[in-house]
């Protein structure tokens, strides 16, 4: 129910994205363009698609706007008896200060000049720490796409199966943040929810020294900001493909192979009534084959062959050595079984995926508070495909169905011009399950001889099909041999709360403190089910139990068939993060130093036994849920 009111939510509101919207700071000192004194008082404007922050300059001539969005801005500045002078697109970076000094000409000084184009500084004096961000426009220019691609062309990260490695670290030590919160995966690592390429307007990449806002990473900080609505109305349309007509898929062409790859961008964002503006994006990507799963071609007749001729002219083989070489017996005349194995080049067969993902927001400015309200939505499919040895079973190749959504909102208030505060509420899904193509959830039917006779599978008896071919040195899966006779399934969802308070003392403190909480409800299935069927059969009166172990069972938040449970002992895993922080950024004219300090409360919410040696079980032969055998594992608290 609530998955479908968030489809609901989507579709009519046009939510999407992620989490929370990110802001950066920007300074600067205001001087006379001939005498280079301080102008007090002077009016700085800072105008973000039309979201405007001002301040005015101190008695040094010094100012400091909080809360700008990020992208290119335009810094417009005003002074009694002085040119109003406007500097155009200057580029804000999420929790980064950008500082932009501007000389003001008097009015009596004969100077056309009223607009300065910003240039980009060499050297970001404000970057304490390994850092690297690419923004709209760089993104757009790139080779690659999606956030993992483009995190993998910095320098210190390696990219393998979809996964991030950074400074050699573990996959599951990245952190992923989007728009302010984190949307790490709790059971895998990587990436929770969906973010189009196109409605990226930020990504960094931070190897190291980050601050004490975030926490739980050892390898790498991945953070992304999307996109909102402008000024004006915007619509783009973009589509590639390779499914060219010139060309059969799998034949090489132009130095490559047509992999049948399409996708399909929408996005649109402005204006929606009032101060409210709307930002969406939504995608279709299918790919018939990954490109990982590229071959060259393989014809192992012209091996077969000389083999078979050199059997017929040198006597036969009897059948053990036979089954060494992987020669059918000639013997057999007609009957023979003669393998024509011809590989094609240039892709896996069945290992086709499609993915569906919609980005977006709604922001509202009703000044002081500002509001921004997201989702996301992703849904993907995936087979595994068949390689040399698979390829007659290819029609079995295993299927994966995947599913993520979030809904987040953020209320941002100005207290004052140095002082705002920021509420954040948000909640996510996943949902994912590997099994066979045609028993799909039929946990009994995967190694069922009659369910798979329905099928045109031939099995020689329950849980046993037909075996493998041996040919030359390898074990070719005969057609309907079972390519996926597990069945896994994982689902987990969190609430998350976040609340920062950000002060600014002068111009060389900024104060900042906050905390954050999410706690996740994480199911997971899995069993061995290909011999589930035959062990049923033969032993109709096993407990549910016996049967759970003698197929390699593991569950929590599912029964030992796979059925959803709330309580007890395979009640869902429910654990809590909790953290308090404090950082203060001093910025000094030449020196920036951050300081922070980090408190972490994690509570597994489960269990561990008194005495691991001294394990009680009850007379069913399940664990001992009393007091003395089991308690409640310790919080962490770092």
């Known amino acids: 129910m609530q998955k479908k009111l968030l489809l609901v939510l989507l579709l009519l509101g046009c939510l999407s994205a992620s989490a929370t919207a990110q802001t950066g700071k920007v300074t600067g000192k205001v001087t006379d363009y001939e005498t280079g004194e301080a102008l007090v008082q002077a009016n700085v404007m800072v105008n973000a698609e039309g979201t405007p922050r001002g301040a005015a300059t101190d008695i040094n001539g010094v100012f400091v706007i909080l809360n700008v969005p990020i992208g290119k ?43 300065i184009k910003a240039e980009k500084p060499l050297v970001e004096i404000h970057v304490t720490n390994s850092k690297t961000t690419v923004t709209q426009e760089d993104i757009e220019n790139l080779p690659v796409r999606g956030v993992e691609a483009i995190s993998a062309l910095q320098a210190g990260v390696v990219s393998l199966g979809g996964a991030l490695y950074i400074r050699g670290s573990r996959s599951d030590g990245t952190v992923y943040v989007v728009n302010g919160m984190s949307a790490n995966d709790p059971l895998y690592g990587g990436r929770a929810v969906s973010v189009i390429n196109n409605a990226i307007a930020e990504q960094s990449l931070q190897a190291g020294g980050y601050s ?28 590639f493909t390779d499914n060219y007509p010139w060309a059969e898929y799998g034949e090489r062409t132009m130095g ?12 649109a964002g402005g204006p929606l009534y009032g101060p409210v503006k709307f930002f969406f994006a939504g995608q279709n990507a299918f790919s018939r084959t990954p490109t990982s799963g590229w071959r060259e071609d393989y014809d192992l007749t012209t091996k077969y062959d000389p083999l078979l001729r050199a059997t017929e002219a ?60 997201d989702g996301s939505y ?43 505060y920021e509420i954040h509420l948000g909640y996510l899904g996943n949902f994912g399950v590997s099994m066979d193509p045609d028993h799909r959830h039929n946990l009994f039917a995967y190694g069922d001889s009659l369910a798979n006779a329905a099928y045109g599978y031939d099995y020689l008896a329950d849980g046993l099909p037909v075996q493998p071919i041996p040919f030359l ?3 070719f899966l005969p057609e309907g041999y079972p390519l996926q006779g597990g069945y896994t399934k994982t689902n987990y969802n969190a609430v998350k709360a976040k609340l920062n308070f950000v002060h600014q003392i002068g111009h060389t403190h900024e104060i900042k403190t906050g905390g954050e909480f999410s706690q996740y409800s994480i199911r997971f299935f899995g069993i061995n089910a290909s011999g589930l069927a035959n062990f049923v059969r033969s032993s109709p009166d096993a407990s549910e139990l016996e049967i759970a172990g003698s197929m390699g ?56 036994f008194v005495d691991p040696n001294n394990i009680k ?9 009393s007091q003395d055998n089991v308690k409640d594992v310790a919080p962490s608290k770092t």
């Open 378 to 420: 992703g849904y993907g499919t995936r087979r595994d495909g068949a390689d040399l040895v698979r390829q007659l079973a290819e029609k079995r190749a295993g299927l994966t169905e995947s599913e993520n959504y979030s809904v987040n909102a953020k209320l941002t208030h100005l207290l004052s011009p140095s002082t705002f």
């Open 314 to 373: 040198h006597a036969l083989l009897s059948p053990e050595e036979q089954a060494k070489v992987g020669i059918f017996d000639p013997r057999l005349g007609s009957a023979a079984q003669k393998v024509d194995y011809r590989f094609p080049g240039g892709y896996f067969l069945n290992a086709a995926s499609e993915n569906w993902a919609m980005n977006g927001n709604l922001t509202a400015n009703l000044n002081p508070i500002n509001i921004r309200v």
């Open 73 to 115: 801005v335009d810094i417009e500045v005003s002074y009694i008896g002085y040119k109003k002078i406007t500097v155009r697109d200057v580029l804000v970076r999420s929790n980064e200060t950008t500082s932009k000094d501007i000389r003001l000409p008097s009015d009596a000084v004969a100077f056309d000049i009223v607009e």
């Open 256 to 267: 490559s192979y047509k992999t049948g790859s399409s996708t399909y961008i929408l996005t």
């Open 473 to 475: 040195g390898a074990n």
């Open 553 to 608: 069972t593991n569950n929590y938040g599912y029964d030992y068939y796979g059925r959803r449970v709330d309580s007890g002992v395979d009640a869902p895993k429910e654990p809590i993060f909790a953290a308090f922080y404090v950082l203060d950024k001093i910025e000094l004219e030449d020196l920036v130093i951050n300081v922070g300090m980090r408190y972490d409360y994690i509570n597994t919410n489960s269990k561990e």
């Open 617 to 625: 079980f009850t007379p069913q032969g399940l664990i001992d849920q």
């Open 212 to 239: 004490a806002e975030y926490g739980g990473e050892n390898g790498g900080l991945v953070s992304t900001t999307t996109r909102t609505g402008g000024r004006g109305m915007r619509f783009e349309l973009e589509a």
